[in-house]
DNA sequence: CGGATAGAGTGGTCTTAACCAGTTGTGCCG
DNA sequence: CGGCACAACTGGTTAAGACCACTCTATCCG
């Protein structure tokens, strides 16, 4: 028992170490009490609990006072999913969805965009603009950001068809772990009205999504437009005994 | 400059207090730095860490490193993965919320509702209408509706204030579990448009939310509408290695 | 005068060390 | 034999302090 090379946050560390640990369980089973895993793996009570609040937050644990820790009721966490495909990263089942590639090209990230990507505002920035598709149909508005030295050598090819995340993990060894989300109302204006063949002024989704890689380094930065009729987000939510 | 007196968990009361704080402030303001609070306080900084990361959370706070903590971009953020304390249920952080009651009373269900809440059409349904109001800004128009017979006894003032939720709890022996919830995008028609001060045909999030309780029953199917420009919807996902 | 640099201030992470608050099993005493 | 109390777990909260990484600014030197 012990925790990989230290490359990383010691947090990550034992949340990963946690995770290939919980991996072999049954659900509903104990881990071994805090202080023991303390003592196993080295680390001080503090860091353990904050490795096990992030999997709780995530319902791969569930504590219980007084009892102890124990694995989840289910264990692949899927926490936002987005009608029609499922979900918003794995290309959709239903319809036959296609990408236009509209803009691509890297430029100096400038102020704003240093500050969301967390890069140095001379950093090149690959910057992708994309009509998404389906059926003929035009659907949304993809602009997309990424560090430049973490996808050299991507062309407008590998955003045409397939998981763009597969491209990554398997021709950049960028492993996509979590995104922050945000969602708010917004109508098109008169570029995006044209672009999704609604009137202006048209009821619209904008998502923001900040997508980060295992290591919690920042993968990609992107604001979309998605057309208001066409698009619902769906999502599960889940409370312990103490929610308000 | 001193915290409440002593209920509660020394990390919540630095959290309210600094809501109190931050409720005067613009948008984008520095707070005072984190070991200048801890010495105002009497906290420790982990302890002070601890509510500034809530805040942080739910949108109301927003960390640079090595330059400071600011006040968020002035919107109402709403988490929508249940935090331990920064529920989707409390009253959203920001803001001092208020409700002013529309509607209140009970009738047949009808074939509609008798689907969305698992009742016989015959089934008495309480439906209530409520604004919700945020420093004297109408925010959101909020439709209940739950099945009379697990809130017999509710009255208009148990909704004006507080959580909703903990009166279920301690009251009426409702332990809420888990939600799915929908959200998309519309423009308000004329009646919303007037209650919530907006020209008609403005954005607005239409969220649509069945919640359960922990046997699995269903206790309310809410449809709400909230304003475009104020509200916006937070969400973090999480992947595990076979998401692609 | 201008650019490099050192220092002060900021948040970020981690450790050690208590004590509080529930849960559970065991053993004593009635 | 049965019930109650205590002891030994469990997770929950808070403290105090050290050190790192980043940002900004003011000063010094060319």
Redesign the interface.
């Known amino acids: 028992m012990t925790l990989n090379t230290g490359a990383g946050l010691k947090r990550d560390r034992v949340r990963d170490f946690l995770?290939d640990f919980v991996a072999d369980m049954k659900a509903g089973e104990a881990i071994p009490s805090e202080r023991d895993l303390c003592k196993e793996l080295g680390v001080s009570r503090?860091t353990l609990r904050a490795a096990i609040d992030d999997l709780v937050?995530?319902g791969v644990l569930v504590r219980e006072h007084g009892r102890g820790t124990f694995t989840g009721p289910h264990r692949?966490?899927?926490?936002?999913a987005a009608t029609p495909s499922g979900s918003?990263?794995?290309?959709p089942a239903e319809g036959h969805w296609l990408s236009r590639i509209l803009e691509f090209g890297s430029a100096p990230a400038g102020p704003q965009l240093a500050r969301r990507l967390q890069l140095a505002p001379a950093a090149l920035v690959l910057r992708v603009v994309r009509l998404r598709v389906v059926d003929d149909e035009p659907m949304a508005i993809e602009r997309l950001h990424l560090p430049h030295v973490l996808v050299d050598g991507l062309v407008p090819d590998d955003m045409e068809s397939g998981?763009f995340?597969?491209v990554l993990r398997e021709r950049f060894g960028v492993?996509?772990?979590?995104?922050?989300?945000?969602?708010?109302?917004?109508?098109t204006d008169e570029t995006e009205a044209v672009l999704l063949s609604v009137p202006e002024?048209f009821?619209?989704?904008m998502v923001e999504r900040t997508t980060r890689d295992v290591n919690g380094g920042i993968v990609e930065f992107t604001r979309s437009i998605?057309r208001?009729d066409r698009?619902?987000?769906?999502?599960?939510?889940?409370?312990?005994?103490?929610?308000?």
Chains 1, 2 share one sequence.
């Open positions: 995770l503090p937050r995530s692949v966490t899927q926490a936002l918003f990263y794995a290309p998981s995340y597969r492993d996509v772990r979590s995104a922050v989300q945000t969602i708010e109302a917004t109508v002024h009821p619209a989704l998605y208001g698009y619902r987000v769906t999502s599960e939510l889940h409370f312990d005994a103490a929610s308000g």
